[in-house]
């Protein structure tokens, strides 16, 4: 296709508005955290789909948008995501993860158990496609983990700032969700993420950012 030129236009405020919106969203932001303990409170259709369209903004590498989306409420799939995911858990915790990376998980009080998977309304699964079929070629996609990265970011944010809790999910291996959802083979799973309210009582670990001077520099 070729290059299409089209005027780029954005809100444009005077700095010191743009300064107050930019500490209202961190102040907003600052309130995420990872939810492990859901209401079974249904969340609209609708709502998650304006969530997913929110994500689907995101730019990605030569405009390839190498995501897909499932979006689970279905009783019978997400306990069958659960059962796999926790047999995936036990694997981990018992054997595949080494005592420096279990003691690094300590503080936050996980384990092997995953009843959020069936509690929460919503099961968010995103894949990451790593190519694509075009005119009859099979064609790799550009940047593909990095695009996805950022839509998932984008989708986290949007639930958040909508009012919904969110954890990102990442039992390994993922194949399962592949099988499981149907996808093809140009799919890799890359997050599953529940959506939902939080349990009343919802408690999550007492944890800290690192402070802003130890992430940002300044020009070298």
Same mark, same amino acid.
């Given at each position: *296709?070729?290059?299409?030129?089209?005027?780029?236009?954005?809100?444009?405020?005077?700095?010191?508005?743009?300064?107050?919106?930019?500490?209202? &969203?961190?102040?907003? %932001?600052?309130? =995420?955290?990872?939810?492990?303990?859901?209401?079974? =409170?249904?969340?609209?259709? @609708?709502?998650?789909?304006?969530?997913?369209?929110?994500?689907?903004?995101?730019?990605?590498?030569?405009?390839?948008?190498?995501?897909?989306?499932?979006?689970?409420? +279905?009783?019978?799939?997400?306990?069958?995501?659960?059962?796999?995911? @926790?047999?995936?858990?036990?694997?981990?915790?018992?054997?595949? *993860?080494?005592?420096?990376?279990?003691?690094?998980?300590?503080?936050?009080?996980? +384990?092997?158990?995953?009843?959020? &998977?069936?509690?929460?309304?919503?099961?968010?699964?995103?894949?990451?496609?790593?190519? @694509?079929?075009?005119? +009859?070629?099979?064609?790799?996609?550009?940047?593909?983990?990095?695009?996805?990265?950022?839509?998932?970011?984008?989708?986290?944010?949007?639930?958040?700032?909508?009012?919904?809790?969110?954890?990102?999910?990442?039992?390994?291996?993922?194949?399962?969700?592949?099988?499981?959802?149907? =996808?093809?083979?140009?799919?890799?799973?890359?997050?599953?993420?529940?959506?939902?309210?939080?349990?009343?009582?919802?408690?999550?670990?007492?944890? @800290?950012?690192?402070? %802003?001077?130890?992430?940002?520099?300044?020009? =070298?």
């Amino acid at each position: *296709m070729p290059y299409i030129p089209t005027p780029y236009a954005i809100d444009e405020r005077p700095e010191p508005d743009m300064l107050a919106e930019a500490q209202a &969203l961190l102040k907003r %932001l600052r309130t =995420r955290r990872s939810c492990r303990d859901f209401s079974p =409170r249904p969340v609209a259709r @609708e709502l998650i789909e304006t969530l997913v369209a929110v994500a689907h903004t995101a730019p990605s590498g030569a405009n390839r948008q190498p995501w897909h989306f499932v979006a689970v409420d +279905d009783p019978a799939i997400k306990r069958e995501i659960r059962i796999a995911a @926790e047999e995936e858990e036990h694997e981990s915790y018992a054997r595949r *993860m080494p005592a420096t990376w279990l003691e690094a998980l300590e503080p936050l009080g996980t +384990d092997e158990h995953k009843p959020f &998977l069936e509690t929460a309304p919503w099961l968010v699964v995103i894949f990451q496609r790593t190519w @694509e079929w075009i005119d +009859d070629d099979k064609q790799p996609n550009y940047y593909p983990m990095e695009s996805v990265g950022i839509a998932s970011g984008m989708f986290l944010t949007a639930c958040h700032l909508a009012g919904l809790a969110t954890l990102t999910h990442t039992p390994s291996p993922m194949k399962f969700l592949r099988d499981i959802l149907k =996808r093809p083979d140009n799919e890799k799973p890359y997050l599953l993420i529940p959506v939902g309210y939080p349990a009343t009582g919802c408690m999550v670990p007492q944890i @800290e950012k690192k402070p %802003l001077r130890d992430v940002l520099q300044w020009n =070298r």
